[in-house]
């Protein structure tokens, strides 16, 4: 039996072998007819060995590439509304702008969900945009503002504070029977109502994220340089809630962890330079919108950067853009000029 075994196994060997022989007997046929040395057996098997290691490298690249580009495109997907195509390859539209020519954007975050209060808007901000000459104002809204609201379903309440005003809208429409997102645009509509009665200003676009997205966008780009600076005057800038502790007037380099900590710090639970508590902490989250959009314009959106950011956002944005406008977003925010922002 063993002898029988080991004559088929020299049998399938001396086939191998032949075979093997007589392609490379033809490979250099080929190259004899181009004027090239013929090779040997050695020489063959090992460029058949590096050309089948490069076809596995390069099959395994197809598939990861395809792999990302089907996250992308996902991403890419929510982002547009579910119209790629339009915004990579449709026609640039202009934004809508109010009578004295400005494009005024209403940008609030709240916490992630399942956070505890993820419907209060503890971050609200208004960013006024001209598109000819690309200057942008922002102005914050203090989030303790108290205002007129309808809060039936959520609170039971007919007034508080600002930063309930979105909660408000979203759960009256959750709770009559509204699908999800009919509820965050019911939240958004209520809150630019707000927004726009307390400043005088027609609100044309609503972005909403979460804290997620601020984290995610900031190490994209590859993080931040921010200056901290305690208003108050004090050396440093310390909190006790988030950890923060800063020399006041240094520049730091912030990752987007350390730059959601230092957007969220006001001194609440104790600390020092921070006694302007939401005041102080409206300020440094306009710097790191400045020092962000700073950032993107220094790298120009490389195709790496620009699938980093729409992964976040795909996930955790909300926007009232159509996906025209959003090619019109992105030139605003590569032109962005940080002497023509003004907080």
Known sequence: ????????????????????????????????????E????????????????FAIILLILIIVGGYFAYRAYKDLYKLTNGNVFGAVFGEKKKLKADSNGRTNILLFGTSP?????????????????NQESKEIKTVS????????????????TTAGKLN?????????????????????????????????????????????????????????VGGIDVKVEAYDGSSRVYDVATKINYQ???????????ALAFSRARGSEGGVGLSGSNFDRERNQQKILKATL????????????????????????????ESSELKTVSEIAQNFNSGKMTS
């Open 1 to 36: 039996v063993h002898s029988s075994l080991g004559d088929k196994v020299r049998t399938h060997q001396e086939k191998k072998q032949q075979k093997l022989l007589r392609k490379l007997e033809k490979k250099n046929l080929k190259r004899e007819k181009k004027g090239k």
């Open 38 to 53: 013929s090779l040997s057996l050695e020489q063959f098997k090992r460029r058949r060995i590096l050309a089948r290691f």
């Open 113 to 129: 969900k399942g956070w505890d209060g993820e419907e209060l808007t503890d971050s609200i901000m208004v960013a006024s945009v």
């Open 141 to 156: 809204l203090p989030r303790d503002l108290w205002v007129k609201h309808t809060c039936k379903t959520w609170l039971g």
């Open 164 to 220: 309930e005003t979105y909660g408000c809208g979203y759960h009256d429409a959750k709770n009559s029977g509204s699908s999800e997102e009919d509820a965050e645009k019911a939240g958004q509509k209520v809150l630019s109502e707000k927004v726009k009665e307390i400043l005088g200003l027609d609100i044309q676009y609503v972005v909403h994220g979460n804290w997620k997205v601020l984290i995610d966008a900031v190490n994209a």
């Open 248 to 258: 006041s007037g240094k520049t730091y380099h912030m990752d987007g962890e350390a």
């Open 294 to 321: 700073a950032k993107i314009n220094q790298q120009k959106m490389n195709p790496i950067t620009l699938l980093s950011i729409a992964n976040s956002l795909g996930e955790n944005i909300h926007h009232t853009f």
